[in-house]
Every structure is written in C-alpha cells, then in structure tokens.
C-alpha cells in the first residue's frame, strides 16, 4: 500500500502571499489530520477532516483552513504568510475504526522569506 | 487543558543499557496514549500505544494514571534505537494528538 504523500515537498513564500499544501491519504483512510512542525513550539495539530467535514480544529488563527474532497485528499491553506509560518507541516490519515493510529506523510517544509 | 511533558530533550546511552523515556500528561478525562518514533530521514510512525500492551522491539511503557505517566522503557538499548521519541495523548475517540517535545535518544557503541 502506498503511504500518505504530501506536495509539494519543499515551498518557499514571501510574506504576504498565500500557499495550498496538498495531503493523499493511504487508499481506505477517510480521515486527515494536519500538524504544524517547529523547532520551538514542536508538533502542533491543525485540523482533522473526515468525510469532508472539519472534526477537530486546534488553535490557529483563520489564517490557517483546509478542506478534504470526496476522495479523502485533503489540502490545507494558509493566507496571508508570516514569518512565523515557516515550519514543516505534517499530514496524517488514518482508518474511521483505526484507533488513532495515524500514519504520517514525509511533509512540505515551508520558508516565509 | 491537555498537555504531554517530556522533561528531557536529549538522552544518551551506552548500547546494552537499560534505557527510559519520561512522559507526562495532563488529562482530566480517560487518556490514550502512544509513543511516536522518528529515525533519521524517516517518516514519524507509531512504535505503541498503551491500550495494545504490547511490546515493540523491546520497548514497552506502561500507563500509570495515579502517577499520570507513560514512561517508555527498554532493558537493553541497541544502537538501531537512536532517534526522536514523541509521547502523545488523543482524547478517546478523537484523532487530534497532543505531543510532547520529544526526546532526542543517542546510543553510544
């Protein structure tokens, strides 16, 4: 089975401008989870989607919002880029009965210059 | 609030050491559990959670809800184990995890 993949892995923006990460989950996995990666604030949750609908949402400004599309891709965007954005930005999916296990995807590191 | 303490950032061992990974949480409700590792130039993925009990190469950890902790353990640490460790908490039924900071686990030969 392949495993969550994320695109682009690698984005640089200028502060101001807007970006679409973009998620696709492990086929049979209908929920995606976003995570924020610092050095100083460490692994941070976003958002979960699950059938399209947002479950569980972290705290972020509205800067921050995603979607999940029948499929169960998912893309997050984030308006408005400030330095503080650049970060690694993890995507997870896991199965509706999976028990919170959640497989992660290789991540889109993102500079804000 | 929910909240996971790892005190320690980093942590260095002598291969066939024993070896532990302290986590802490802060939950009012029933908790679960897992221990997330990272190897270098590798994706995150789960080695366990509380409610498999079960033992991943090696390492087992066991929920202590009157000492509200998770701590990881392995009786004899190899080299193979040196990465990043995550303890993270999700409300049950609830995908969102919680981390920690995570520990940074170097095993000397």
């Known amino acids: 089975k392949a495993g969550v993949t994320q695109t682009p892995r690698y984005l640089i923006k200028t502060r101001g401008q807007q970006v679409t990460l973009s998620c696709s989950p492990i086929?049979?996995?209908?929920?995606v989870s976003w995570y924020q990666q610092t050095p100083g604030q460490g692994l941070q949750f976003l958002f979960e989607?699950?059938?399209?609908?947002?479950?569980n949402k972290g705290n972020f400004p509205g800067r921050f919002s995603g979607r999940q599309f029948s499929n169960s891709r998912s893309e997050m965007n984030v308006s408005t880029l400030e330095l503080g954005d650049s970060a690694l930005y993890l995507c997870?999916?896991?199965?509706?009965?999976?028990?919170?296990?959640?497989?992660f995807g290789p991540g889109t590191r993102l500079t804000v210059l | 609030a929910q909240r996971v303490t790892q005190p320690e950032k980093l942590l260095s061992v002598f291969k066939g050491a024993p070896v532990e990974l302290k986590c802490n949480y802060s939950?009012?409700?029933?908790?679960?559990l897992f221990w997330y590792v990272q190897y270098s130039r590798q994706r995150l993925q789960l080695l366990l959670r509380?409610?498999s009990r079960e033992s991943i190469k090696g390492f087992t950890a066991d929920l202590n809800k009157g000492e509200t902790s998770f701590h990881l353990k392995k009786p004899f640490a190899q080299e193979e184990d040196s990465a990043m460790y995550y303890c993270?908490?999700?409300?049950?039924?609830?995908?969102?995890?919680?981390f920690g900071k995570g520990t940074k686990l170097t095993v000397n030969p």
């Open positions: 993270a908490l999700a409300q049950g039924g609830s995908e969102k995890l919680v």
């Open positions: 939950y009012s409700g029933s908790p679960e």
């Open positions: 989607y699950f059938s399209e609908t947002q479950r």
């Open positions: 509380h409610i």
């Open positions: 086929s049979g996995h209908r929920s």
């Open positions: 997870a999916s896991s199965r509706p009965e999976g028990g919170n296990e959640q497989f």
